[in-house]
């Protein structure tokens, strides 16, 4: 479904780059010594945040359990009949929504819609218009509300209990997307070792996570 992620076998991830620059800056002014590197998370493929590696999991993951309850595919089988057309209008008749300020809304919205689900994204004030406008180029309802973040995630999920057929991923509170997040730690300690950095008790990683409102904190 994602042409860009053909040379990396279809795995998200971003590059670990080093910068020299900002080290010999940090140290000048700091004097605090060590490698620095920047997990270029901001240019993951499909999605382009941090926020892809949970929501695109999540989303793969009620697909999953939608398939598989209704007798489409097995847990044990090929994940490509998520593809089918058979997939397709399953998918059709469910919805996935998310309260977002912009990129969850963008992981959730893509991977949905790319699947065939219906996808709604309630968006905050401060998400940002080309984030809206291309989640609607790709077929996702944008819902905009006045409020802030909160207001968003709340008229999200009140709008999804009252669809039986609807799944509310829930930012504040999903264990899928969590989990998606983390699994960066597992491709940042291969990163860090390719790059010949030794992490142990005598040589401390330190990982500093700019984030806002969402779920980052949970890397």
């Known amino acids: 479904m994602f042409p860009e992620l053909k040379l990396s076998n279809g795995i998200i991830e971003s590059q670990l780059i080093e910068v020299p620059r900002l080290q010999r800056a940090i140290a000048a002014d700091f004097g605090v010594s060590g490698r620095w590197f920047i ?27 939608v398939s598989t309850l209704s007798g ?18 399953l998918f059709a008749r469910h919805q996935i929504v998310v309260g977002s300020t912009g990129n969850l809304g963008l992981s959730i919205g893509i991977m949905a819609a790319a699947l065939g689900f219906q996808a709604a994204v309630h968006m905050s004030s401060d998400a940002k218009e080309w984030k809206k406008e291309r989640l609607r180029a790709r077929g996702v309802q944008v819902i905009e509300h006045d409020g802030d973040f909160g207001a968003a995630v ?17 930012d504040e509170n999903s264990s899928h997307l969590f989990l998606g997040y ?3 730690a597992v491709r940042l300690k291969a990163q860090l070792a390719k790059a010949s950095v030794v992490v142990d008790q005598s040589h401390p990683l330190f990982v500093y996570i700019p984030c806002g409102v969402g779920g980052a904190p949970a890397v």
């Open 39 to 65: 997990k270029a998370d901001h240019a993951l493929p499909v999605a382009g945040s941090i926020k892809a590696r949970g929501g695109i999991y999540e989303v793969l993951v009620q697909a999953e359990k």
């Open 182 to 184: 983390s699994v960066a």
């Open 154 to 170: 709340a008229a999200g999920r009140k709008a999804a209990s009252n669809d039986a057929d609807a799944y509310f991923v829930d």
């Open 72 to 89: 489409l595919s097995r847990l044990d089988g090929d994940r490509r009949v998520l593809l089918s057309p058979e997939a397709k209008e």
